[in-house]
């Protein structure tokens, strides 16, 4: 009888338990004595990253019987992530996550009754922390976003600009967005109506937000040798018009090539935000897992995947000289209903959306496996989460999104 894909919620179940087993095998990673506060918080989001992704991102990396860097930590959670909906959207479940608040899909830091909710970076920033947004999509995101603005509406994204600046104060800003920076017409340092997509273009409502920028103390850089040369403890750092990158089908034009890549982002943003002996918070985001599994595209899921891992890395080398650091490695929702399958000569599935995709090779391995998408949009499944520091027990289980809040909360000892 043919072995049937493995479905996405008994890989949950199977993650989970399998974290659970390596707890005690993983705890050298977790065993240095941890104050029972955290100075600093180091909060990874893989956007769309569902169990599916992140074993299938483990086979692509290190193979059958390797280990990511997220799942070698020594607590692990099953997180809920419904909205007011059943299926959340980016923004409602950042809000979730960055406010304690279930909200609308589409709403940015308001709770249901568009009450605007502080976040946790907000509150770390009153404690006297340095704060930071790290993400390969615009800056000014629904993620990000739900971390350091409060709108309606996550595409009035100039305005989401303008509150970093003005309210939130943010004091690290690295990822994509520029055309958001700018208003129509004025193209800034990357040009309107690129090759690549002819369709960016500045298109912003605030004015020039860069300026603005620099007159409170930024310092704009939008290439890697800027960025490292910088020795600013505020940096807006934009490094393309839109993302980070091009999504689409797998053969159609698509590319994850981040100028900057994500592992060099988060390195510049804890040595900057480290400079702050009361600590810091910093959230750093891989949206091309998302982005392409919105378009079933899973060679560069699993490619964008990689680097979140090595990215988390960094993180967790930089925990192990400081131990007052909670690190966590959590997703907003599932996207694209993916599940794992073997290779065989049939495809069972039928064509478009529900197509399998590959066969991929596992890292140093001759075997191979397909993935399976059942949408091109997100799913409702629960999601792993992982995490270590000072407070990650509190992050152990089941449990809605909105707790991850509270436990970053608590973590820290904010009020």
Do not use: C
């Not at 890697?224 to 807006?236: A, C, V, Y």
């Not at 809040?405 to 973590?411: H, P, W, Y």
């Amino acid at each position: 009888m043919k072995k049937k894909a493995i479905a996405a919620a008994t890989l949950s179940l199977a993650l989970i338990t399998s974290f659970g087993v390596n707890q005690m095998a993983d705890a050298k990673e977790g065993k240095s004595a941890h104050p029972d506060k955290a100075k600093n918080v180091i909060m990874f989001v893989g956007d769309g990253m569902g169990a599916s992704h992140r074993e299938a991102i483990r086979l692509a990396a290190q193979g059958l019987n390797g280990e990511l860097a997220m799942n070698n930590m020594p607590v692990a959670g099953n997180v809920h992530t419904h909205s007011t909906s059943v299926v959340t959207d980016s923004a409602a479940a950042g809000t979730a996550m960055a406010t304690g608040h279930k909200t609308f899909n589409g709403a940015i830091g308001v709770d249901e009754n568009k009450k605007p909710v502080k976040s946790i970076l907000e509150m770390a920033s009153e404690a006297g922390k340095s704060t930071g947004l790290v993400t390969t999509s615009q800056i000014t995101d629904a993620t990000p976003a739900s971390l350091g603005a409060h709108v309606n509406d996550r595409n009035k994204q100039s305005e989401i600009a303008k509150q970093y600046l003005e309210n939130s104060k943010v004091d690290v800003l690295l990822g994509g967005g520029e055309d958001y920076w700018y208003s129509k017409g004025d193209e800034g340092k990357f040009k309107d109506h690129p090759a690549k997509d002819k369709e960016e273009e500045s298109k912003g409502n605030e004015g020039d937000l860069v300026a603005k920028a620099e007159k409170l103390g930024y310092d704009y850089v939008t290439n890697q040798k800027d960025l490292e040369g910088s020795n600013s403890h505020r940096l807006l750092g934009l490094f393309a018009n839109e993302e980070m990158f091009e999504q689409n089908p797998e053969g159609e034009g698509d590319l994850y090539d981040p100028v900057v890549p994500l592992p060099d982002m988060t390195t510049k943003a804890i040595d900057t935000l480290s400079q702050n002996k009361k600590g810091f918070f910093l959230m750093v985001e891989e949206e091309g897992i998302d982005e392409m599994s919105h378009e079933n595209n899973g060679k560069l899921m699993m490619k964008a995947g990689k680097q979140l891992d090595k990215s988390v890395q960094v993180a967790k080398d930089y925990a192990k000289k400081h131990p007052d650091t909670l690190v966590l490695v959590a997703a907003d929702h599932e996207s694209g209903g993916l599940s794992i399958e073997e290779v065989t000569p049939d495809d069972e599935s039928g064509v478009g959306v529900s197509k399998e995709d590959g066969p991929f090779t596992p890292a140093h391995s001759k075997d191979e496996f397909n993935l399976d998408w059942s949408t091109n949009e997100h799913g409702g499944q629960s999601v792993p989460l992982t995490a270590q520091g000072p407070g990650a027990e509190k992050l152990q289980g089941t449990y809605e999104n909105t707790e991850i809040f509270k436990a970053m909360k608590e973590a820290m000892h904010l009020k």
